[in-house]
């Protein structure tokens, strides 16, 4: 079980849910990483004991292809001066 926040640039208007940092789904464990082609920040299945063919990909943009996310520097990947703070309020999503 996870719960997922939202995480808000305080450069930019850019916000994602999701664990902001390694964890863990019932599929395997995650990682957050950046797509390489829409800059989305998204949790990323690492491996599965399940499936170990996973065709995980962006759900915004469909692509492949991402970096890691560094996710004790917490910049944001939309602009340069941007930090990507978790927020208080935020919703909270249980991803199971
Ligand atoms: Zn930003
Ligand atoms: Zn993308």
Known sequence: MAI?????????????VGSGKPD??????????????????YDRII????????????EECGSKKYTEWDYKKKKCPHCKNGTIEESKGGQVVMAD
């Open 4 to 16: 997922w926040r939202t995480h808000k640039c305080n450069g930019c208007e850019y916000s994602f």
């Open 24 to 41: 863990a789904l019932m599929m395997g464990p995650t990682i957050p990483v950046v797509c390489s082609k829409c800059n989305e920040i």
């Open 47 to 58: 491996e599965s004991p399940i499936d170990k063919k996973l065709n995980y990909s962006c």
